[in-house]
């Protein structure tokens, strides 16, 4: 029965292509194991379709060269196709639908992974569907996620150029979990909401706008707050908000986990007005100037009565500081350039500036790439030039603006350079050069000085890095910020595939591992068992040999008994002697022994002549014929004579 099957299992995937051993053996459990039903089941047989007849007689050709009227001619000459468009060969006879192909799903819900398999004329709502009967989840409650975009129901999964395995995640935001399996799935249910996007509709109160804002749920509130500062122009310490949940304490939380609902939530945001308050001093003054009935025409003239006396102003030499290049040429410390071009930064346009990376670029490249994905940052590297026009008017009016620095301070790792000298240009570009390859550098070179400031957006992508945006300091406080979050949200997306992709290989890792950590304990029970065989096979081995050897030992004792016994008997005596006795001995295999003694041989002589001839009174005994005695049992200084033998005398010999 097994080999049958097995020729059943080879003829199915020969027939169908099916290469899956596992997938191939379900398929044919279903048809119990019938080759025809299961290649049916696999490869359906479609309908015939018949072309409709041609006409005789064509219609005539227009000379008009419009493409659409030559179509409709060619249709009518050669029929429409029930297959697909006007377009497609029709043949004369009978024509077979392409076999639809099977697509296999893996689907991942939480603790578990179902198997969908369909063909691929189905669409996005069967998989719903069979993810129903299966979960018990109604299809306008499931969200899938795998594809390249969000899917509709009615998507035909032909048109979604899908490899014939493919692997979803079912996100279920919007069921409530039941209170047994709360603890079980919580982490679950988190994660999904990571990945869903949320949209917060939020009204600016002073202004009477709405703002529809699309945000992933792992957005922190913070975040958000930075961005509505973008957008509305009050500062994050001046926003009072309305709309959040009770349990959104905390600005480091995120979207998903501060109890927001999905898809969409309400919030508004107006300016806190804070009130000016004068001094005590100032406001008693005030309240007495009110209670004289002073008004301020007394104040209109109060310059004439104040002089002032040359005499009581002391004056100290103003000295203006020349300013520094923010490099030094021929800087070859990069650490002590990127220290100096900080300290030089403050001093021009303030402590309100993006917080710059101190050290080497290459060492700014480590720290922002060269870590886990959950871990990276977006580096943006700002080129600087004192030559140009721009780059005093961006640095104070666009790059030193709060919001401009708390969103990059957020999502940036700023790395500056001063290419205002030549050395310190081609110092650069050799960087660039090394990481980026000589073409970056040779587009950074072309660059000329009134064209800078510029600001490179960098991320790493599929273990290279790649250059998002270049922005020139033209740009204007809300293009810059559009552009940072634009480049924020493109590293977002990337980042959250690197990261599953990076969950997935340490998953992979992990399995490995272990399996790396089972093979080894297994070959060392291996080697155990294998070292304890060649122990009892060794030990076996000198046990039988030590046998063997006090075998031999004791033959050879035996054999020097044998020899020593049969030196010392007797010689046999003369046949005419008067007191023979012949005595005939049968052995235990038939034979006979036969030897003539004297009536006066002790039974010692007798034995140690039987012994001599192999056969040791300790394994053997002597018996008599009549009476029947045990000789060997007997006093062995007797005579033959006192033993009651006669002449002609037959022992047998018998193992004891």
Known sequence: MAADREM??????????????????????????????????????????????????????VESPDLSVVGQQLQAMAGTSTLGSPWEPVMAGPMMRPTPRMLEFKVEYRERTVDVMLDDTSTVGNIKEVLQAELGIPTDKQHLRGFSQEEPDDAVLSTLNLPRENRLFLLTPDLPVASGSQEVDGESIALERMLLEFVLNVVDVDKGIEYNLHFPGSRTIHQVKCDVYSLTDIPVRNQIWKGWPQDAKDDDMTLAGCGIPHPSHDLEVWRQHIPVRFSTGVE???????????????????????????????????VTRKPQPLIPDNCDDEYNASVHFTTEFTERYGECHPMFYIGSLED?????????ARDRKLLALYLHHDQSVQSNIFCSQVLCRESIVSYMSQHYLIFAWDMTFDSNKARFLGHISRQYGSLAAQTVRNYKADEYPL???????????????VVHGNNTVDELMSTLINATDVFTENQRVEMQEEAEREERERMKREQDEAYQVSLAADRAKEEEKRRKEQEEKEEQERAQREA???????????????????????????????????????EMLQRRFLASTRLEILLNYVHSKGFPSKEYKLLSSWPKRDLTSLNTTQTLQQLGMKSQETLFLQEK
């Open 455 to 469: 600001l490179m957006l960098v991320m790493r992508n599929r273990g290279a890095s790649e250059v998002l945006k």
């Open 8 to 61: 059943i299992l080879a003829d199915f995937q020969a027939c169908t292509g099916i290469e899956n051993i596992d997938e191939a053996i379900t398929l044919l459990e279903q048809n119990d194991w019938n080759l025809v039903a299961a290649i049916n089941g696999v490869l359906p047989e479609e309908p015939m379709q018949q072309a409709p007849s041609v006409p005789e007689v064509p219609p005539p050709l």
């Open 284 to 318: 008693e003054e005030r309240r007495q100037r009110h209670a004289s009935g002073s008004s301020t025409e007394d104040f209109e003239d109060a310059s004439d009565s104040f002089t002032v006396d040359d005499n009581d102003l002391s004056f100290t030499d103003v």
């Open 364 to 372: 700014a490249m480590k720290e922002a790439f060269q870590k886990p």
């Open 552 to 590: 031999r030992e004791a033959k050879e004792e035996r054999e020097a008994l044998r020899a020593s016994l049969e030196d010392t008997l007797p010689d046999e005596p003369p046949e005419d002697c008067t007191e023979l006795i012949n005595l005939r001995v049968r052995l235990p295999d038939g």
